[in-house]
Structures are given as C-alpha cells and as structure tokens.
C-alpha cells in the first residue's frame, strides 16, 4: 500500500509524466491508500477537476484518522 502525497495527486491532475502513469498503475492494482487530511487539500485547491479527483479518491483504501492525544506537564 502506499499513501500518496498531495503533490503526486497534484501532478497526476495536471497529466504529468510519470506521475499520472505511476497513480494510474496503483490505483489499478488497488495499492493506493488515502488520507482525509490530503482529501481535504486536494478539495480545498480543485480548480474544477473536483469529478476526476473524486472518482479516483473512491477507488483508494481510506485510512483511518488517527488522534494523536498529547499532555503538557508544568
């Protein structure tokens, strides 16, 4: 599985060599995980390919959000 950065999203959008051939190839064999914080990026700059993005974010294994609890002591 491999978690895939917001940037490699970004280039695979913009049909960038190799990238779009890499995710593409992952995404087929179904090794993509996702992430709700690179979602959330991705979403936040869609500058209309929001359908594309989409369909390929629901064909990523989600993973789940994990909270990070942290206590300061004085």
């Known amino acids: 599985m491999v978690l ?3 940037s490699v999203w970004i280039h695979s959008l913009a049909n960038r060599a190799p990238f779009v ?3 593409d190839r992952l995404l087929s064999l179904d090794e993509v ?3 709700e914080f690179v979602y959330g990026e991705l979403l936040i700059g869609d500058r ?3 359908k594309k993005l989409l369909a ?3 064909r990523c294994f989600k993973r789940p ?3 990070i609890k942290t ?3 004085s």
């Open 4 to 6: 895939v950065d917001t």
């Open 21 to 23: 051939n890499e995710l």
């Open 33 to 35: 995980v996702g992430h």
């Open 48 to 50: 209309g390919g929001r």
């Open 56 to 58: 390929a974010m629901n």
């Open 65 to 67: 959000l994990f909270l």
């Open 71 to 73: 206590s300061l002591r």
